[in-house]
């Protein structure tokens, strides 16, 4: 079943936060914080860390039960009630990039091999930025790509476990120490894809060169595109939030 919506955040975070600081808040404090909001708005959680070399090094994803989760007053309310600790690795941070994505085209566009489990998800995840050329025409032709071909071809790809594809709803925040204010800060692409495997290195593979090489993905990926950007992450730690008794 694919969420309302999504949360990603992007974290850097620099040399002026401990590093066993960081994480005990992040995994004790700031998560449990949105899984304890009424109503289940949080319904889990995933961390990743980069396994690419690049930054941001920390990703993690939420899964909202509401398409406006991020605007209930129960959510904003936290921003007004940080802890001295929290506030203090927030003002520390080298980056911290917050959006919200929905379900892209007009039908969730994804697929997970038989047996998956939510709560396992795959070790490695291929996040895969697409920025598309203006226009409605070329946003239906990615769903079309998507749909009739690339996802049955990703599935061919040796230890593929799942795949998604969102939109970007919303950009909550982009900033920290590392982030220079007087530059205008680039859009999130429009379109987010993000891929589970077993081993990236099935990437090199000719299932996978094929899924890329096909007619149709070239044309998508030069000239329906203008954009792309990928990334690699490995799974850190998950949270399933239980529903709540009423």
């Known amino acids: 079943m ?22 005990d808040w992040y995994d004790n404090e700031h998560i449990p914080l949105r899984l ?3 109503n289940n708005l949080f319904a889990g959680v995933t961390r990743w860390v980069a396994a690419d070399g690049k930054t941001p090094y ?16 129960t959510y904003v309310a936290l921003g007004s009630s940080r802890s001295p600790r929290e506030v203090d690795i927030l003002a520390k941070l080298a980056y911290l990039d917050r959006r919200v994505y929905a379900p892209f085209g007009r039908e969730p566009i994804g697929a997970k091999r038989e047996g998956y489990d939510e709560r396992n998800q795959g070790p490695f995840m291929v996040v895969v930025e697409l920025a598309v050329k203006d226009g409605p025409e070329n946003e239906a032709e990615v769903e079309r790509w998507y749909l ?7 599935k061919k ?14 950009v909550l925040s982009v900033w ?16 987010v894809a993000l891929h589970e495997l077993e081993d990236p290195a099935a990437l090199a593979g000719p299932e996978f060169q094929h899924a890329v090489g096909t ?32």
């Open 2 to 23: 694919t969420s309302p919506a999504n949360l990603f955040v992007f974290t850097e975070r620099g040399s002026a936060i401990d590093e066993a600081v960081f994480e």
């Open 176 to 191: 920290g120490t590392s982030v220079d204010t007087s530059v205008p800060q680039k859009a999130p692409a429009k379109i």
């Open 215 to 246: 007619e149709f993905s070239k044309r998508i990926l030069g000239e329906v595109t203008c954009g792309m950007e990928t990334r690699l992450f490995k799974f850190l730690r998950g949270w399933e939030n239980k529903p709540q008794e009423a």
């Open 36 to 38: 304890n909001l009424p």
């Open 148 to 154: 009739e071909e690339h996802l049955e071809d990703l």
């Open 58 to 73: 920390h990703l993690a994803l939420y899964d909202l039960s509401l398409p406006d989760a991020t605007a209930q007053p």
């Open 157 to 170: 790809i040796p230890g593929w476990v799942r795949s998604r594809v969102w939109r970007v709803k919303e």
